[in-house]
């Protein structure tokens, strides 16, 4: 058994993360010691690492929840859990999309200005999204 | 006027399966077979159209090129929504 500690620096997270971890439903103590203290097994520590993993592949801890649900229940199967893998790749997709327009609507405020020392006043940049401020509540 | 329905899922959606010839079945009696395109997307093989189409969860189905359902809708709600194209 480790405590929170212990368990934290296997896994590479703090003991705040452990902590917020257990509030979302993802991870519980293996048991506590007589003052209360959390200990830990070492299924945890590959739990923490399965959460870390997840994260970086663009999960939610709400998505990562739905995993562990999904990977404990007998009824699922790995269609179910590829489901789920494609339907977070159509968010990124949706997500990447969106920031290709903000960067497309940032390259033409920048092309339309020149910089320069002139007063925010005659800011090309200021004035077109002031403009459009304009257009949108028309 | 043809009508275009696509059912974009991953293959091998168990959900879908068995609710598709349902939901096809419902399409052909309130438009009618000659005015159905039916037409299942794979979502692996057609990912940009997907997302092109708003596509965010799985099943999905859309109306002539218009996401109407993001999850299998049930057969009422189905039929109300052919019948709502029906009278516009």
Known sequence: MHTIGKVAMLAGVSPDTLRYYEKEHLITPASRTNAGYRLYDDQAVRRIRFIKTAQHCGFTLSDIHELLTLKQADSACCEDVRSVAIEKKLRIEHKLRALQAMSRALDELIQGCAGGEATTDNCPILAALENSLHEVSR | ?????????????????????????????????????????????????????????????AINGELKFSSLPTPEQFRTMLTTLESC
């Open chain 2, 1 to 61: 006027m043809i009508v275009k329905i696509e059912v974009i899922a991953a293959p091998g959606c168990r959900k879908c399966a068995g609710t598709q010839g349902e939901l096809r079945a419902i399409a052909a009696s309130v438009l009618g077979e000659d005015r159905l395109v039916w037409r299942e997307v794979n979502v692996l093989k057609e990912f940009d159209y997907a997302v092109s189409l708003g596509v965010l969860s799985m099943p999905a189905i």
